[in-house]
């Protein structure tokens, strides 16, 4: 047997000011054929769970290029074709495969494409023919298409936000692909619309009781794989929002009611699938009220992982206007910051004029005098199984106000974010965090409590007031319930 590994993919935000070129691609994650290593990294699951496989059962694993983008605006023509030969002349190459494994995003959108991963599928399928079997992987917040369901055997996502299952999904789906290529099941899909723009946050109820309901349908009356597309809201595109997808075993039809009954429950939970937002001054108030810390607030509105500048000043300026002491804030990213604290030391005081500097979003930059209090090159953080790129990082002390400042445009996951470069954070009264959801599953755990705060910013969770133009309607909440949802579900 013959496989080919491959991964491309980014999170497009049609409200992004920043642009994605090949390379935003070489700076977040760009691993060459067989340069992977052994330890996955997020996208990447797919890839090392081959890898395991082959080992044990001594099929052929032929591994292509793998290039994630931060998320930001839509990529450049010239990138995404360029990307997309690159992967169909690997694929050439390896020629005859029986399965192909790509590890994608599912809310990729370029100049001249609205559906990049749909395309992708698309002419993998014309390559291979209809005998291999062609499986990916997807984050939930992605754009699930009819073109992604006509060429694939096998779509798998995340079931958890923050996304800590990605290595197991991924070996969901090495494993029914390899079922599949062997004959021993044959997959149909199915989706259902929800007919919603919404957040699923994943550790809540009742987003957690639907989470669990999905995994225990999973392996019983011939289901073979239970899937929520969350949808990604700020990607203008008509299949943009909630759908259910269900893999089966021969059964269609299975398949199509049980997506069906799935959707109808989804659509239930609206207006509850998220934990309270507050907009940013009472968000402040009610953590510096908060009895003991460290209290996190997360920074939803400058969230990287959403295609947000993550340079945005609004809260830092406050908390500095009102004399906050014991906080921290990061990453905010300022590559010249940066620079300029490298060059400095540690110990140096200097003047510092840092974020700011996107645009209208990322409001005004900050003159500050600052102390550099740690620094270093190239830094990590880890997120689930692997880790991701913070690049050249600089810590400064402003005041009683701790700021972790990076290079490479990223968002919170990890404490060790702050606590590997000098900031504390058992003394902290206040931890902000730039993220909207993913920073849970590190930060939870050592928090007093935890708030979502949605202040200015790129990322606006306020759906209705987006400038949507290409967003299929009716859809909640854009429209009334009884106009969304007026036409039965279909799938």
Not at 227 to 238: I, K, M, N, R, T
Not at 317 to 344: K, Q, S
Not at 415 to 425: D, E, K, M, W
Request: with cysteine.
């Amino acid at each position: 047997m013959r496989v080919y590994a491959a991964g491309l993919g980014t999170e497009t935000n049609s409200f992004s000011p920043i642009p994605t070129g090949l390379e935003s691609f070489r700076e977040y994650l760009w691993f060459e054929p067989g340069t992977h290593p052994e330890e996955a990294r997020f996208f990447t699951g797919p890839l090392v769970a081959a890898r395991a496989r082959a080992r044990s059962e001594g099929f052929t694993l032929i591994e292509g290029l793998h290039a994630f983008a931060a998320p930001a605006g839509p990529t450049s023509a010239e990138t995404w074709h360029r990307l997309r030969a690159r992967i169909l002349a690997e694929l050439e190459a390896a020629s005859p495969v029986d399965v192909v494994l790509l590890s994608l995003h599912g809310a990729m959108i370029a100049e001249d494409c609205e559906d990049c991963e749909g395309e992708l599928l698309r002419a993998v399928r014309a390559r291979v023919g209809e005998r291999a079997i062609v499986a990916a992987e997807l984050d939930p917040h992605c754009h699930l298409t009819d073109q992604m369901l006509a060429h694939a055997d096998i779509l798998v996502l995340y079931k958890e936000y923050p996304h800590t299952d990605t290595l197991e999904r991924a070996e969901e789906l090495v494993d029914l692909a390899l079922r599949a290529a062997r004959g021993r099941i044959r997959p149909v899909m199915a989706t259902a619309d929800c007919r919603m723009l919404a957040l699923f946050h994943t550790p809540r109820e009742p987003v957690r009781g639907f989470v669990d309901r999905m995994k225990a349908l999973e392996g019983r009356d011939g289901v073979l794989s239970v899937s929520l597309a969350h949808g990604f809201p700020w990607g203008d595109v008509p299949d943009c929002g909630a759908r259910v997808l269900v893999v089966a075993d021969g059964d269609r039809e299975r398949a199509r009611a049980l997506a069906r009954e799935l959707a109808r429950e989804v659509r239930a939970m609206r207006g509850n699938t998220t934990e309270p937002v507050f907009d940013l001054e009472e968000g402040l108030a009610r953590a510096l009220a908060h009895p003991g810390g460290p209290v996190v607030v997360a920074d939803t509105a400058d969230n990287a992982g959403g295609g947000a500048p993550s340079d945005s000043t609004f809260v830092l300026a406050r908390l500095l206007a009102t004399g906050v002491e014991r906080a921290c804030l990061g990453p905010l990213w300022d590559p010249v910051a940066v620079r300029f604290c490298h060059l400095a030391g540690i110990g140096a005081r200097l003047s510092l004029r840092i974020g700011g500097k996107v645009g209208a979003v990322s409001g005004p930059p900050l003159d500050v005098e600052a102390e550099v209090v740690g620094l270093a090159r190239d830094a990590e953080q880890r997120f689930g199984p692997g880790r991701t790129r913070l690049g050249d990082v600089a810590a400064i002390r402003i005041g009683g106000i701790e700021v972790l400042l990076n290079s490479v445009r990223t968002q919170a996951f990890d404490p060790a974010l702050f606590t590997a470069h000098g900031i504390r954070l058992d003394d902290k009264k206040l931890v902000v965090v730039k993220s909207m959801q993913h920073f849970y599953a590190g930060f939870a755990p050592i928090a007093a409590r935890v708030l979502w705060i949605n202040g200015p910013g790129a990322l606006s969770q306020d759906f209705a007031r987006l400038p949507y133009r290409r967003v299929r309607r009716p859809i909640w909440p854009l429209d009334p319930p009884e106009v969304a949802f007026a036409d039965a579900i279909g799938g």
